[in-house]
C-alpha cells in the first residue's frame, strides 16, 4: 500500500518568514495530493490539493508543488502569519472508486509574533 | 450546505466498556470514511462504504470494532471491548458521488479516552 512520510514534524518561522512542509510518498499510481490544516481540537480542513497533471498549484499565500518523477511534493507558506499556527498533514490518494487517502505524521507549525 | 456531523463529540469509558460513534454525512455523500487519530499522527482509516457496503475494511480490527451503515446515510462505528490504546480521535468523513470528485470533508470528531 501506500506509505507517505512528511517532514519535518516541528517547524517555528518568524511572522513574514516562509515555511516550507515537505512529503515523499511510495505508490507512483497515487494522483491526487490534498494538504489538510489542522487546528487544536478541530477538525481537518482542505487548504490546497493537487492532481498529478499538474507541477505547482498555488492560492493566494499557499503553493504546492508536485514532483512526480521523484515522488515528492511540497507545501510552500509566504508571508506567514500567527494564524497560520496549526499542524498541517499531506497526504496521497490513487485514483479508481475506492480514493481513499493516506496521511503522512504531521507538521506542527508555529508562527512567531 | 451542512458539514459533516458527529456525536458525542467526546467519551470517557473503562476498558472493556463498549462505546458506539454515530456519523451523518454531507446530504447526498455515497462515500463515507471513518479515521482513527492517535495524538501526534495523522489520521488512519478504519473503513470505508459507498452507500451501504463495505469498500475496504482491512484495517479495522474486527475482534473489537464493527462499523455499519444501514441505510446509506447515517453510520456508526462501535468499539467493544475497548482497549486503552483506542484513545484516539475517531473522524467521520464523506465524499461527493460526482466522478471528478476526490475532496474529503471531515467531521469534528469524537475524542476517545479510554481508562
Known amino acids: 500500500g501506500e506509505n507517505v512520510e512528511q517532514h519535518p514534524s516541528t517547524l517555528s518561522v518568524q511572522e513574514g518568514d516562509s515555511a516550507v512542509i515537505k512529503c515523499t510518498y511510495s505508490d507512483s499510481a497515487s494522483n491526487y495530493f490534498p494538504w489538510y490544516k489542522q487546528e487544536l481540537g478541530k477538525r481537518p480542513q482542505l487548504i490546497i490539493d493537487i492532481r498529478s497533471n499538474v507541477g505547482e498549484k498555488k492560492d493566494q499565500r499557499i503553493a504546492v508543488t508536485l514532483n512526480k518523477t521523484a515522488k515528492h511534493f511540497s507545501l510552500h507558506i509566504t508571508e506567514t502569519q500567527p494564524e497560520d499556527s496549526a499542524v498541517y498533514f499531506c497526504a496521497a490518494s490513487q485514483a479508481g472508486s475506492a480514493r481513499q487517502l493516506t496521511f503522512g505524521s504531521g507538521t506542527q507549525l508555529t508562527v512567531l509574533p | 450546505e451542512a458539514g459533516v456531523a458527529q456525536s458525542p463529540r467526546y467519551k470517557i469509558i473503562e476498558k472493556r466498556q463498549s462505546v458506539a460513534f454515530w456519523c451523518n454525512p454531507i446530504?447526498?455523500?455515497?462515500?463515507l470514511y471513518w479515521y482513527q487519530q492517535i495524538l501526534g499522527q495523522g489520521p488512519k482509516l478504519l473503513i470505508q462504504f459507498q452507500n451501504n457496503g463495505v469498500v475496504d475494511d482491512s484495517q479495522l480490527p474486527k475482534d473489537r470494532f464493527s462499523a455499519e451503515r444501514l441505510k446509506g446515510v447515517d453510520s456508526t462505528l462501535k468499539i467493544q471491548p475497548a482497549k486503552l490504546e483506542d484513545s484516539a480521535v475517531y473522524l467521520c468523513?464523506?465524499?461527493?458521488?460526482?466522478?471528478?470528485?476526490?475532496?474529503?470533508?471531515f467531521g469534528p470528531g469524537t475524542r476517545l479516552t479510554v481508562t
Open positions: 446530504s447526498g455523500h455515497a462515500t
Open positions: 468523513a464523506s465524499r461527493s458521488p460526482r466522478g471528478n470528485s476526490y475532496e474529503q470533508y
